[in-house]
């Protein structure tokens, strides 16, 4: 699973073969039913490990950073970085998967395990989110602005390769969300 959700996150599901995916996992093409109906299948449960990677990070950083200020900043040194725009294959679900689960069918297995994986990163995210004596909807809202933020500012930075506009893109994102938590951002403002 490792391997094909690595594959996944590189190439798209499009961009790969039941014997890519068996091939990366060191079997043969002929074993895949042996072990999954469809290649769909493969790709939900491969999409449902990519977001395990990324939740274990979160609750790394929550362990590690008992301020939550702290994690949060943390999570956007990593997240807005050149290295995780760099390496794709172990990056973040949200970013790396969100097309092709927006072209998948409404019930795929991939489009399922991703609305999962995005619920569950909002839970989190709004676990380390900093903002003190605030809870429920408006934490809720921080965190969907912060991950609509980063995945936006992650994807436009791959899309513009390892150029300074591409670097632009990631420092902009991190200054805006290292900042006070304004008060449009924390829905007083609206």
């Known amino acids: 699973m490792a391997a094909t959700s690595r594959l996944l996150r590189e190439r798209g599901a499009a961009g790969m073969s039941v014997q890519d995916l068996m091939g990366a996992a060191g079997l043969t093409h002929g074993g895949f039913y ?8 493969l790709l939900g449960i491969a999409a449902a490990t990519a977001f395990g990677e990324l939740l274990a990070l979160l609750d790394q950083l929550s362990d590690d950073f ?3 200020s702290e994690a949060r900043n943390a999570l956007l040194r ?9 390496t794709p294959g172990t990056g973040c679900a949200n970013t790396a998967l969100a097309a ?6 409404a019930d795929s297995p991939l489009r399922t395990s991703y609305a999962e994986g995005v619920q569950e990163t909002i839970r989190r995210l709004t676990d380390i989110e900093d903002a003190p004596g605030r809870d429920g909807p408006d934490a809720r809202r921080v965190a969907l602005v912060d991950l609509a933020t980063m995945v936006g500012a992650l994807t436009l930075a791959r899309a513009t ?3 300074p506009l591409s670097a632009e893109i990631l420092q902009a994102a991190r200054e805006a969300l290292s900042g006070p938590v304004s008060a449009s951002r924390d829905g007083d403002g609206d």
């Open 161 to 163: 390769g390892q150029t």
């Open 66 to 68: 008992p301020d939550r």
């Open 100 to 105: 092709d689960a927006a072209r998948s069918p």
């Open 34 to 41: 042996k072990h999954f109906s469809s290649k769909d299948e």
């Open 78 to 86: 990593h997240y807005l970085s050149p290295e995780h725009r760099d």
